[in-house]
Each structure stands twice: as C-alpha cells, then as structure tokens.
C-alpha cells in the first residue's frame, strides 16, 4: 500500500490555483434576473419609442456600438398575455424583426392594414398574393407548344389510317401558327420561329398528299420551297415529283426529280440512289427503256437492292437482250438480304428468360420488317425468273431450268422448290397438263410446304380434266398438309359439289372464308351452292357481296338477276 501511495501528489491547501474559480462570475450585462431593477431599462418601457441611455456594465465598459440597442417587443410598458413578445424592436424602427419561421408565410409583427390595401390586418393575417399575369412572350410560347401537340396528333391519326382527321388537325395546327406570326409581327414580340413554320407547313402538304388533295399538297410544299431561308427545302421536290408521278405527269415529276437529285451531296449516296431509281421508274414510264437501264445500271453498281435488278431485266427483256439479263439476273442472286440470323429466334423451353424474350421478340416491329423484306426480296427474284425463262434459252422448259439452277448455287436455294411450283403452274397456263402433273408429282415426298402447293395444284388440274376422283385425293393431301389452306378447302368443296352434295359443298366453302374472308373462289361457289339448297336470299347476298369486290363481273351479275326473278323482287 505503501508504494502505491508514494506516487500520489496531493495539492497544497494553500494553492491558489482554485479548480471552481470564476464559476460563479459572470456579466452583469447578462443577468436577466436584475432585468427588473434596471432603471434605465424601465425608463425606455415607459416612453415605448424612446432612446435607451447610455448605460455602463459592471465592469466599466460602454455596451457594443456594432448595432443600435434593443428593448423588448412591447409597446405598452405591460405584459401580453395573448401570446409571448416574438422579437425585438428596434429604436428607431417601426416595423417587429419577424421570426424566419413565419416570414416565409408573409407574417410579421406589425398589425394588419385594410384589405383593399394589399398589407397586413389588424390580427396579422396573412394575404394572398395575386400570380403576375403571363408576358406576351409567355402567352405565345404557351400557343406555340398547342401548335406542337395539334401537329403530332395529325401525325398519329395520318399514321393509324384516319386521314380526314388527320388533315382536320394539320389545318387547326396551321391557323393557330399563323395567328402567332400575325401576333409577333402586330406587337414587335420576340422572333419568328421558322422551325415550327416548316414543320406546320410540311405536315399540312403531307396530310393533303395522304387525301388525294394534290394541288393543295403541291402549293403547300412550294411555300417551303421558295423560301431562301429554308437552305435544305429543295429536297421536298422529291415529294412534289412522286405527286406529279401519281398524275402521270411524268415530264414535271422528271424535273422535280433531277433538281432534288442535285440538292443531295455526294455523301448522302443512299438517298440519290433512291431518286436516281425514280428517275429510271420515269423513263420507263416514258418508254426510254435504254436511259433506263443505264440509270439503273448504275443504281446497281453504287447501291445494288433487289428492286433495281427486277426493274433492270424489265429493261433488257424489253430491249431483247438476253446474255444481259442472265448477267442482271446473276448479279441479283449475289445480294444478300441482311436480315441477321434466325437463330435468335431459337427457343429453349428449359431456359425461362429464353421462354419470355422469344415471346417478346417473335412479332415485334423488326420480326415484321425482315418478314416483309424477305417476301419482297422472293418475289423479285420469282418474278425475274418467270420473267426470262421464256426469253434466255430455246425453249420455256430449258430457260426456267437454267434459273433453278441457278438458284440452287445461291443463298436462296429455299426458293428451288417454289420455282419449280411456278413452273409446273407456268405448264398449266400454256396448257400442258402432262408436264404439270409429272413436275409436280415430284414434290409429293417433299416438305409440307411445298407438299401443300402441289397437291392443291394437282387437284385443280385433275378437277379440270373431269378426273374427281384424283382431284378429291389431293385435295385431302393437301388438307391434310396444311388444314388452313382456303385453296384446298375450295378444291375440296368443288369435288363434294361435282358429286351433288351440296350441304357438304357448303361447309368447305364457309370453312374457306372463314380462314380467307377475301377468298372470291369460295364465295362464288357457295352462292352456287346455296343456290342449289334453295337458300335464295342467301345466294343473293353472297353474290351481291361478291360484286362489291369484283364490280361489273358479267357472271356475277347473271347470278344476281337470276336470284332477283326467282325471289319475285325484278
């Protein structure tokens, strides 16, 4: 215990260094309770505006001169007991210094003047201030977003197929721009905004082009057109000369087409590709099929597509030279589609993301645009195929080998087969059923695609040569193939007809249009059909729907007549 305590220093009692000294000093200046005895303090309450005296603090020293001295918020020398005194005032001031709680509501502790002053009340509430008025400039910009929202609601209704209205809202945008400009002249307010001008006007000349209001259409893209300010407006004359193209005004349409042509730079070489396609669509029109075929040559040297190779055989189909179009034709099989990879669409049902992104993706817009593509880019390369297989060789046979084979060394090989449907179809137009029949038996171990198309064709033929009993065999096969084929349907319903059962007849023709409402086969004959039930006013109604689609149908029209003297309704 000893050693412990020999390492303790204790403090001498006669220390002077006093650990509690100066607690209990303090500034007389700051005690609140002597408030009540000071009488200079007391003087200032009495005369309520009066200036505090010189005081001196308990240590001699003259109070802050930084600021003016301060009483309480009182005015009156007495206590308020509605509620505590909320500040101090100064001096020489008439107005309370406001708590920042409240100033931001518009209190202070000034009383409240009339209302018709726009200040405070005698309870110090508060008053609303009324919201400044919109500028002229304000006012106009408001307008022009309107004119915005009218135009992009044209744009949607031309977009969805409502043409009037779309045209309906194009010319209230445009009365409302106008009515701006006029403003802005009128008043000297800010400057002309060109960019909404052009994109009013624009819109106005497209909705017109979309109604078939054409010299409207034409007028409202010569203002843009005119105007110097607009730098880039000359390529507008593209849709003036497709205008003057759909009036067959083929001379105009060639003049807007070459003076947009030399408004596009070099480097927009897509776009003068385009007009330059338009302009040998023109010639061709006019019958110059040599300008051409050297406009679109060159289309397909700087930007080869799948239209401009068809449109270029045309040409040289009509100028007879064969050994070109073998080379068109060839040079066509060598552009590719660019579509991507179908693998994308590729499903693994195991693999739930792979479940929900296939289901996004397998019609979405792109899943549309390559379907659309790529039905074009077949029926170019069909159509050009059918075009010069009688043209290229000898005989029709050799020439439309000589393109199968040729296809088949391609990328579109997928198109063999229907190549060879056409040209079993081709047979059957000239006539020659033997060579139909045979080139299409061979297609009977092939996919169900093709399975289903030739076995339709097939019992079309042998319908036609009195055959029923074939007909009615492949059209089972091709039923079979494919249940939603209406050509099959209708083949079928045409063997059960030929074997007088009409009812059953009917039931293949009601099922065909169900699938293809537009199927005019299959509403002709099931008016036939009803016809021969005794349902005459249905057959009348069929045939009168069917003229609606085919107008001035002689038969039809027989058909019609015939129902008219039956029903006792001529």
Known sequence: MTGRLANIHLAPEDDDDDLYGGFDEYDPTQDVEALENDENLREAVKTGYGQRPHMQTGRGRPP??????????????????????????AADSTLARPLTSVRGAG????????????????????????????????????????????????????????????????????????????????????????????CVIFNLATAYSSNQMYTQALNS???????????????????????????????????????AYDKFVPSHQTMRMKIAHNIALVL????????????????????????????????????????????TFMQMLLISMDIGDDDRYFVNHEDHHSVML????????????????????????VTAAKVIAPAIESTFAAGFDWCVEAVRSSEYVNLVSDL????????????????????????????????????????????????????????????????????????KGNCSFALED?????????????????????????????KQLGNLKDACQNFIKLNNIMAGNTQILYHIGDMYRQLCLC
Request: aromatic share 8%.
């Open 64 to 89: 802050a001169t930084g600021r003016k001295p301060l009483i309480p918020g009182t005015s009156a020398g007495r206590m308020k007991t509605g509620r505590p005194a909320t500040g101090l005032q």
């Open 502 to 530: 009409y009812a059953r007849a009917k039931d293949y023709y009601v099922e065909a249009l169900s699938i293809e409402a537009s199927c005019v086969e299959a509403l002709f004959n099931l008016g036939l059909a009803n």
């Open 284 to 327: 061709i029109k006019t019958g110059r099929y040599a300008d051409a075929a050297n406009q679109l040559e060159r289309v397909m040297i700087e930007r080869p597509n799948f239209q401009s190779a068809l449109n270029l055989i045309l040409c040289h189909f009509a100028l007879g030279e064969c050994d070109k179009m073998k080379q």
């Open 358 to 381: 296939q289901d996004a993706i397998k019609d979405d817009t792109l899943k549309q645009y390559e379907e659309e593509k790529k039905k074009n880019t077949e029926h170019c390369i």
């Open 107 to 198: 209190f202070t502790a000034h009383g409240r003047v009339d209302k018709k002053d726009g200040a405070l009340g005698a309870k110090g509430g508060a008053v609303m201030e009324k919201k400044p008025e919109d500028t002229p400039e304000e006012q106009l910009k408001a307008s022009e977003r309107k004119v915005n929202e009218l135009v992009e609601e044209s744009v949607k209704l031309l977009a969805e197929g409502e043409k009037q209205k779309g045209l309906s809202k194009a010319k209230e945008a445009g009365r409302l721009e106008r009515s701006i400009v006029k403003q802005r002249e009128q008043g000297n307010i800010g400057d002309h905004n060109l960019d909404l001008t052009y």
């Open 420 to 491: 060879e449907v056409t040209k079993a179809v081709t047979y059957l137009k000239l006539k020659d059923h033997r060579k139909a029949i045979e080139t299409l038996k061979d297609f009977e171990k092939k996919d169900s695609n093709i399975t289903t198309s030739a076995a339709t064709n097939l019992s079309f033929m042998f319908f036609l040569d009195g055959d029923s009993d074939q007909a009615d065999t492949y059209a089972d096969k091709a039923i079979k193939a494919d249940h939603y084929n209406p050509q099959a349907l209708v083949n």
């Open 221 to 259: 893209y010569m203002v843009i057109v005119r105007n110097k300010t607009y730098t880039t407006a000359g390529r507008l004359r593209v849709n003036m000369a497709n205008i003057y193209y759909e009036q067959g005004n083929y001379t105009q349409a060639m003049k807007m087409y070459r003076m």
